[in-house]
Nanobody
Framework: QGQLVESGGGLVQAGGSLRLSCAAS????????MGWFRQAPGKEREFVAC????????YYADSVKGRFTISRDHAKKTVYLQMNSLKPEDTAVYYC?????????????????WGQGTQVTVSS
C-alpha cells in the first residue's frame, strides 16, 4: 500500500507564498503522474496542477497558471507545489494524488492514491 502525506500549508496574507510538499512512501510512485487538487468549503474538489513521471510535462488550471509551479524530486520521493501571489480565493484544503498509466491528467477519477490534505488559508 502506498501513502501520500502533504505538508506546508498554513495561513498567509494575500500576495504571499507557500510551498506545499507531498511525500510518498510504501510503494514506488516514480512511474506515476502526480497531481494537486483543492477543495474549498461548500465546493467540489478541483484540479490545480499535475506533472508527468519524468517531470518534463506539466499542466495547470487556468486559475493558477503563472502563479503556481509543480515539481518533483524522485530521489526524495516528493512532489512540490510552489504557490506565489496567493489570493483569498486560493483558500482550500490541498490534496496530492498519484495516477498510474497516464502522462498527465486533470481528471480526479484517474488518480489512485490520495493524501489527507493540508489547509491553506489566504487572508485579504
Amino acid at each position: 500500500q502506498g501513502q501520500l502525506v502533504e505538508s506546508g500549508g498554513g495561513l498567509v496574507q494575500a500576495g504571499g507564498s507557500l510551498r506545499l510538499s507531498c511525500a510518498a512512501s510504501g510503494r514506488t510512485f516514480s512511474g506515476d503522474a502526480m497531481g494537486w487538487f483543492r477543495q474549498a468549503p461548500g465546493k467540489e474538489r478541483e484540479f490545480v496542477a499535475c506533472i508527468s513521471w519524468s517531470g518534463s510535462t506539466t499542466y495547470y488550471a487556468d486559475s493558477v497558471k503563472g502563479r503556481f509551479t509543480i515539481s518533483r524530486d524522485h530521489a526524495k520521493k516528493t512532489v512540490y507545489l510552489q504557490m506565489n501571489s496567493l489570493k483569498p480565493e486560493d483558500t482550500a484544503v490541498y490534496y496530492c494524488a498519484s495516477a498510474s498509466g497516464v502522462v498527465v491528467t486533470p481528471s480526479p477519477e484517474r488518480y489512485d492514491y490520495w493524501g489527507q490534505g493540508t489547509q491553506v488559508t489566504v487572508s485579504s
